[in-house]
């Protein structure tokens, strides 16, 4: 009898763990297939409470989910799709050519390797290069980094497009997104068992051999992943959650939201999880250039297309009936796109190319234009102000593809008044993001537009994926200016923060600058109202050691306070408009090397009357048994003058002089309800006050045992003399901070050019 043959295999000797780490694509299907278009990755950590494993790994599938398919996100993100479609069509060589894949770092976590499991988030590394669709990085960056409803963040950074995922990973799992349809997106889960085993390459391995600790004890293996077929299909949530067992449970009422949106399909995951490699084969994918196509329209039809352009070239005017016929046939609106993406540089200022751009590139009353090179600025005024074909309330175009100047193209949206979003892209292949800068601030010298407008600038997202800073941080115009954001329109300039962790210890302090997060007075109170909401105690363990929270509260809140004080107030919370991350605040890191001594933060700004500043104070009380929650918060602003946080340099006397601290009588101060009265009238005082109640509230509902004094209230506005102290306070600090900010920037001038007036100030000083 002929016995079966021995097969090697690996031996579970440990139980099963799902993935430690996940790296989340965004595809979408362009030029003929899906293919990514933003890549992010959270690093699991030694401790379990800091990875994103189980309930928290479903809450950001959710949160993903919901803010590509949020309506004030979806028209930006359908404007970067268009882009990536002509980017990754193109035939003519130019395209950028995807690199060999970007392979994620394998690790043991088993290993305590803190230093491996910090990765370095360096502005100069190839990771973070420019970003060819940065709102879309910027939505899945911000999904995954920040969950407001636990009040936490997360591990979180941004990938190269070329990154792929291996299913023999012992680190990795997948999440892959399709927004093809960001008004229907899809999701997947991609994770496989992995276990400690060891490999038995014959049956006299098979047998149990006694560990020298004695019979019982656990043989330690190397970790394998258990599964050897590998079947390429996404599992849902709840299929993930039924699969691993885990500590942290997935929310409920987040599993029955996920079980509302379909799975993606194995295409969608073709690209970025390519097969095991095999005997002839290296595992590696083509460039996604390679995998470029044409338009499949015919010859004759694309010389009908051009004859029919050219033809109305010729005109100063036509009327449209005139193409009455031709605009019935099924898909004419897709090949006059085509035709005059070819013509761009023909579109002149006439009611003539103007209609045709309509007819071509509106959609109701939003205007897409970001596909269209070496437009001019006639034509773009041109199509916004066509007689008799309606209004055009919102706009899309690549701001460093228009023929003109970044004045020429601001007055040209300023002098359309129906507009009220404007959505001002960059082009995937672009050198730089200057024309971003130039345009918003040829924007901030016309507020009108601002004041009217919602503005979603690409470039300020890119900035911020990178660690950089995206405005000058001394205004060229007008002279003295606080920031370049125009105070009228964005009227925040940053937020101070003191904590007290305990009765009688010292504060904390830190710094958010707001005066790069374009955020206008109710964004501003929504993202207040969401960063007050997560200092309150949680489930949520997740470290916040960089301070995100105070950014991603403000760039991924709720659209309005509306949505925010009504009753499905988590629903608004897990489906966030996403507006730019504060840069400053993010491209300065907590803690330097090169300036040891304390924590850094941005350059405190002088206080002007025009511009508010945030304080927020929150107080922790504890005894043996229970534990409390105190916030006290302000808006506060000098009545009269300049409250300077550096004084002018003097060469006499030799030390600077210090500025008198503010007196109360001097500031104004108000709560969340006279700054709106004050900023934008035209919100309901009473959804304010219920925000605030809710808010109170949860605080008081989360106390246990009544820790905080009698008559104290759990969430309160600072009084004159407290604002007054405590920004005496911060402007003591401000000054040391600044001194640390010079080490950080003489340390690595090239590297951390944040400042450079402060090393020009304390040049002349010398």
Not at 612 to 639: G, K, M, N, Q
Request: include cysteine.
């Amino acid at each position: 009898m002929t016995s079966t043959p021995f097969t090697p295999y690996w031996m579970q000797v440990g139980p099963s763990e799902d993935p430690f780490s996940w790296v989340f694509f965004a595809v979408a299907c362009v030029a003929g297939r899906h293919r990514p278009v933003a890549v992010v990755s959270s690093l699991g950590d030694n401790l379990a409470t800091e990875s994103l494993q189980g309930g928290p790994l479903v809450a950001a599938c959710q949160r993903v989910a919901a803010i590509f398919a949020h309506p004030a996100n979806v028209p930006a993100v359908r404007a970067e799709l268009a882009l990536a479609d002509d980017f990754y069509a193109r035939g003519d060589g130019q395209v950028q050519q995807r690199p060999a894949p970007a392979e994620l770092p394998e690790l043991d976590r088993r290993a305590h390797e803190p230093a491996r499991r910090r990765r370095g988030w360096d502005s100069r590394s190839g990771a973070v290069e420019l970003p060819p669709f940065p709102f879309v990085a910027s939505c899945l960056l911000q999904g995954v980094g920040f969950d407001a409803r636990a009040g936490v963040t997360r591990a979180v950074r941004p990938e190269p497009l070329g990154t792929v995922y291996r299913d023999t990973s012992i680190e990795w799992g997948m999440v892959v997104v399709d927004i093809t349809e960001p008004a229907a997106v899809r999701y997947g889960i991609v994770g496989f068992p992995v276990a400690a085993a060891r490999f038995v390459g014959a049956p006299a391995a098979e047998r149990y051999t006694m560990g020298a600790l004695g019979p019982g004890a656990a043989e330690s293996g190397e970790l394998h992943v258990m599964d050897e077929v590998r079947p390429r299909q996404a599992m849902s949530a709840a299929g993930y959650m039924a699969r691993f067992e885990h500590e942290t449970p997935a929310d409920p009422d987040t599993l029955e939201e996920l079980s509302r949106v379909p799975l993606v399909d194995a295409d969608a995951m073709a690209l970025v999880w390519p097969p095991t490699p095999g005997a002839g084969d290296s595992g590696v994918l083509p460039s996604l250039a390679g995998l470029s196509i044409g338009s499949d329209e015919s010859l004759d039809d694309q010389a009908a297309d051009a004859q029919l352009v050219q033809s109305t070239f010729d005109l100063h005017d036509f009327d449209v009936s005139i193409l009455d016929e031709a605009r019935a046939v099924p898909g004419f609106q897709e090949r006059l796109q085509r035709t005059l993406v070819q013509h761009a540089t023909r579109l002149g200022s006439t009611p003539s190319a103007g209609k045709l751009i309509r007819i071509a590139f509106a959609h109701r009353d939003h205007l897409s234009l970001e596909r269209l090179s070496a437009l001019s600025v006639d034509a773009v005024s041109a199509a916004l102000g066509v007689a008799g074909m309606g209004p055009i309330a919102s706009i899309s175009l690549c701001v460093d593809r228009i023929a003109g100047t970044p004045a020429q193209l601001a007055a040209a949206l300023a002098a359309c008044d129906t507009l009220c979003a404007l959505y001002l892209l960059v082009s995937p292949d672009r050198e730089n993001d200057a024309a971003s800068v130039q345009v918003f601030e040829e924007l901030a010298a016309r507020p009108s537009v601002l004041r009217r407008a919602r503005v979603v600038l690409a470039g300020s997202h890119a900035a911020t994926l990178r660690k950089r800073f995206w405005l000058p941080t001394v205004p060229r115009t007008p002279l003295g200016a606080p920031q370049v954001a125009p105070l009228d329109v964005y009227p925040v300039q940053q937020m101070l923060v003191q904590q007290q962790h305990g009765t009688g210890l010292p504060f904390d302090r830190s710094l958010i600058y707001l005066g790069d997060a374009l955020l206008k007075p109710e964004r501003l109170a929504t993202g207040l109202l969401l960063y007050l909401h997560s200092l309150l105690p949680s489930d949520g363990t997740a470290g916040d050691g960089e301070g995100r929270k105070g950014l991603f509260s403000f760039s991924s809140c709720p659209s309005s306070l509306a949505a925010t004080a009504a009753a499905a107030d988590a629903d608004a919370l897990a489906a966030p408009e996403i507006s730019p991350i504060p840069a400053e605040s993010f491209a300065v890191p907590f803690r330097s090397s090169s300036a040891p001594g304390g924590a850094l933060w941005p350059r405190m700004r002088d206080l002007v009357p025009g511009g508010w500043t945030v304080l927020v104070s929150l107080e922790v009380h504890w005894d043996r048994r229970s534990t409390s929650h105190r916030i006290r918060y302000a808006f506060v602003r000098p009545r009269h003058g300049r409250i300077a946080v550096d004084p002018p340099p003097s060469p006499t006397p030799p030390t600077p002089p210090t500025p008198q601290p503010p007196d109360a009588a001097e500031l104004e101060v108000v709560g969340l309800v006279r700054f709106l009265a004050v900023t934008a009238p035209e919100v309901d005082p009473a959804v304010v006050e219920r925000c605030l109640d809710g808010l109170a509230g949860e605080l008081a509902g989360a106390a246990i045992g009544g820790v905080l004094p009698r008559g104290v209230d759990p969430l309160s506005v600072l009084s004159q003399p407290e604002a007054a102290d405590m920004l005496r306070g911060f402007l003591d600090e401000s000054r040391l901070v600044n001194r640390r900010l010079r080490l950080a920037m003489e340390e690595d001038p090239e590297g951390r050019n944040w400042y450079p007036e402060l090393l020009t100030e304390e040049a002349r000083a010398h």
